[in-house]
């Protein structure tokens, strides 16, 4: 399922089936009243993450099943090698005697290591960001400089935000 801006609301599309959304009350949407639409006055409901993100809606597609939810999907070009390698490198920890490093592991696979800890799958989110394994509320953030090249990368640890300069390779 696809949900994306139309005008001042929005359009919702599942399996090749488009059609326009309403504000119904809240994070509620449906589907406008078309007596010839089998969809009219469907509900989606959105359901936003610790992070303040939509995580997930649901939306009834069968009177005698629960309603569908759908998780939200990462940015498609987080899970794409040619993105994210620009990512990988050293990053500098203020007063620390080694640095944090992001490699790629697998075709598509972004892995922070720091020396005595365990490895940690970044898992993509949106944007350049990522969630740092299955810690809730760790995320770290890729920061381009003005020629667009990965200079830095902001970890935050449930509010507390920790910046990590890049190490220049010669």
């Known amino acids: 399922m696809t949900i994306e801006p139309s005008g001042e609301s929005f359009k919702l599309t599942l399996n090749k089936i488009t059609r326009p959304l309403e504000h119904y009350h809240y994070d509620q949407f449906q589907v406008p009243a078309d007596p010839l639409d089998p969809f009219q006055k469907s509900k989606v409901v959105f359901f936003t993450g610790m992070d303040g993100d939509i995580a997930s809606l649901s939306m009834p597609l ?4 629960k309603d569908i939810v759908f998780t ?20 500098e920890i203020a007063g620390a005697p080694q640095p944090l490093k992001v490699s ?3 075709e598509n696979s972004l892995i922070l290591s720091f020396p005595g800890q365990p490895d940690y799958k970044l898992n993509a989110k949106r944007g350049t960001t990522f969630q740092v394994g299955d810690l809730a509320g760790v995320t770290m953030e890729f920061k381009r400089d003005a020629q667009g090249k990965v200079s830095e990368a902001v970890l935050n640890q449930l509010g507390t935000v920790l910046v990590l300069k890049r190490k220049q390779t010669p």
């Open 62 to 65: 069968q009177p005698d099943v």
């Open 72 to 91: 939200r999907l990462p940015d498609r070009q987080l899970t794409q090698r040619s993105f994210i390698e620009g990512f990988t490198g050293e990053y």
């Open 104 to 106: 790629l592991r697998g």
